[in-house]
């Protein structure tokens, strides 16, 4: 089956710490994309990837940090600067940049 | 900016009955508008595309019409089940290297 996954479902951090979650797409799409979820709000972009080794910070990128060192996998590490790290953080993919996207199930990270 | 808006406010309708979500932009017109269902805890799932030059895009229950005048989108679902029950986002696309951008969605309740 062709899709895309994101682990763990759950997360828990303490404050202070880095954690990194992880995405894996199977689709052979090029894009890739971060987006956080808070209660009641619509998605905000963190960080996408259109190519390999190369990716763009989004409307809220402080406090993140990304890699896309192969073209399945673009993980996602929410640092200890991030001042408000709880939320529901969802991985996308596309053929290209502006086509239509392929949603994870998303991860819901809780600092204690 | 380009901005994508949807009521906030829930909609509440009787099964059986059509219910329509509204997406309104700002700005230019999209190249085209997409459509999404989102359950709780999960990540959105694509239903509908619709292009500039379309008035009207159809796909069994679901039905998204297109009016550049009004710079409006009108989705529909006739004969909603309680199934029916989720959040549903707009999503603008641009073409070129713009990102989709997406509204804070509707949240659509089927009662039975």
């Known amino acids: 089956d062709g899709g895309i996954t994101q682990s763990p479902k759950y997360l828990f951090r303490k404050e202070g710490q880095n954690v990194t979650l992880s995405c894996e797409q199977n689709?052979?799409?090029?894009?890739m994309y971060w987006y956080r979820q808070d209660p009641g709000q619509g998605l905000r972009l963190i960080y996408y990837?259109?190519?390999?080794?190369?990716?763009q910070k989004g409307d809220i990128a402080e406090g993140y940090s990304v890699s896309r060192e192969k073209k399945e996998s673009f993980p996602l590490t929410v640092t200890s600067a991030q001042k408000n790290p709880t939320a529901f953080y969802l991985c996308?993919?596309?053929?290209?940049?502006?086509?239509?996207?392929?949603f994870g199930p998303g991860t819901r990270l809780t600092v204690l | 900016s380009q901005k994508i808006e949807q009521n906030s406010e829930a909609l509440n309708i009787q099964e059986g009955k059509t219910a329509t979500l509204t997406c309104n932009y700002t700005?230019?017109?999209?190249?085209?508008l997409q459509w999404y269902r989102q359950d709780p805890g999960r990540g959105p799932v694509f239903l509908l595309l619709?292009?500039?030059?379309?008035k009207e895009k159809r796909k069994e229950r679901l039905k998204v019409t297109f009016d550049t005048t009004l710079k409006q989108s009108l989705f529909h679902i006739t004969a909603s089940q309680p199934a029916d029950s989720a959040t549903y986002l707009c999503?603008?696309?641009?073409?070129?290297?713009?990102?989709?951008?997406f509204g804070r969605g509707t949240s659509l309740i089927v009662h039975p």
């Open positions: 990837s259109q190519i390999v080794n190369d990716f």
């Open positions: 619709i292009r500039e030059n379309e």
């Open positions: 700005n230019y017109s999209p190249a085209y």
């Open positions: 999503s603008r696309s641009s073409g070129g290297s713009y990102i989709p951008t």
């Open positions: 996308a993919s596309s053929m290209i940049l502006t086509d239509t996207q392929y």
């Open positions: 689709l052979n799409h090029d894009a």
